[in-house]
């Protein structure tokens, strides 16, 4: 037998709980002060679909303007969990849940405003030809959503003609690519390619398990970020004219 006392121990791991804040708490801390709009975005926080559009028609009856609520409300809220998310606090199911929950209630604002909301930008997401892999993809496509951006989001398994054609389509700021296989990750390269063909010079945002910094830094458009998080900063320096080079400057590891 050990002679330690177990209380000591027992005693010092509460005081280091109670002494933490929950997420719960945290995001409390972030909410706006105003009831209506706090109302809402404590529903997105919670991913609770029918409680946003309670808290939304409740708003709207006190006067709120249905498209300033998807920024100051909607997209509030899904930063709050973006950033929870960010440091870990929160996991991907509770991100999912809150942008589904954040997008009925656009949905709803649109529909009854009758206007259509801004987007900063349009991105077009792919999971590349082969690769079935997309929940790196799914996370970028909320967090890129929740940031103000419209996302193209094609799925998975797209071939390269798919994703010339969204692009000249939609007009897209960036690209997001994704693969996890080491045996799929060359069709990047292909659709670098076919963009110079078509005189499109935007980035070709890459990640995902197989790829490496090493590997996109092999064609002219792309740009490697390991981590999903930083998807919308990048989109963010794009609308501030950033070069392909001083975006691989601002994100590449050196
Ligand atoms: C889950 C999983 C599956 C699921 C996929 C479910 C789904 N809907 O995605 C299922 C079971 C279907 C599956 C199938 C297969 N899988 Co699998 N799978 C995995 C596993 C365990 C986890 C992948 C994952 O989702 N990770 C979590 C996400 C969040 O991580 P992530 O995608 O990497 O994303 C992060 C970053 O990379 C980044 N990111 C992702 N995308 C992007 C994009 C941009 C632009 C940026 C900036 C960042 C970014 O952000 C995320 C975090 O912030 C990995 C092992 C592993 N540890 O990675 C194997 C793994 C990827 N699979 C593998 C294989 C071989 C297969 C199969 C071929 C198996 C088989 N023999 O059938 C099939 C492939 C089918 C196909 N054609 O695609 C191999 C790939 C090996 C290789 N290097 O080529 C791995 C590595 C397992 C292994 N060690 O062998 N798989």
Redesign the pocket.
């Known amino acids: 037998m050990l002679d330690i006392d177990p209380t000591g121990i027992l005693v010092r791991y509460n005081v280091k709980l109670e002494s933490e804040l929950t997420p719960d708490e945290i995001a409390r801390e972030l909410f706006p002060r105003d009831i209506l709009l706090r109302n809402i975005v404590e529903a997105v926080f919670e991913g609770d679909e029918d409680e946003v559009i309670v808290t939304l028609k409740d708003a709207v009856k006190e006067g709120k303007d249905p498209i300033s609520l998807i920024d100051d409300a909607l997209m509030a809220g899904m930063d709050i969990v973006s950033r929870l998310y960010e440091d870990g606090h929160l996991f991907l199911p509770d991100v999912m849940i809150a942008s589904h929950a954040m997008t009925d209630g656009i949905e709803y604002c649109k529909q009854i405003s009758g206007k259509t909301h801004e987007w900063k930008g349009t991105v077009v997401s792919y999971v590349v030809e082969?690769?079935?892999?997309?929940?790196?993809?799914k996370?970028?496509t909320v967090l890129l959503k929740s940031n103000g951006y419209e996302v193209i989001d094609l799925g998975s398994d797209v071939p390269t003609d798919e994703v010339i054609s969204a692009v000249l389509k939609y007009n897209p700021i960036m690209i997001?690519?994704?693969s996890?296989?080491?045996?799929t990750m060359y069709s990047f390269m292909e659709v670098n390619n076919r963009l110079l063909e078509n005189d499109i010079r935007i980035p070709l945002?890459?990640?995902?398990?197989?790829v490496t910094q090493d590997f996109v830094m092999n064609y002219e458009l792309g740009i490697y970020?390991?981590?999903?998080?930083?998807?919308p900063k990048i989109a963010d320096s794009i609308l501030m004219n950033k070069s392909i080079d001083e975006l691989r400057e601002q994100f590449h590891v050196h």
């Open positions: 082969g690769d079935i892999h997309d929940i790196g993809k996370i970028l997001t690519g994704t996890l296989m080491t045996t945002v890459c990640g995902g398990g197989a970020c390991e981590d999903a998080a930083l998807v």
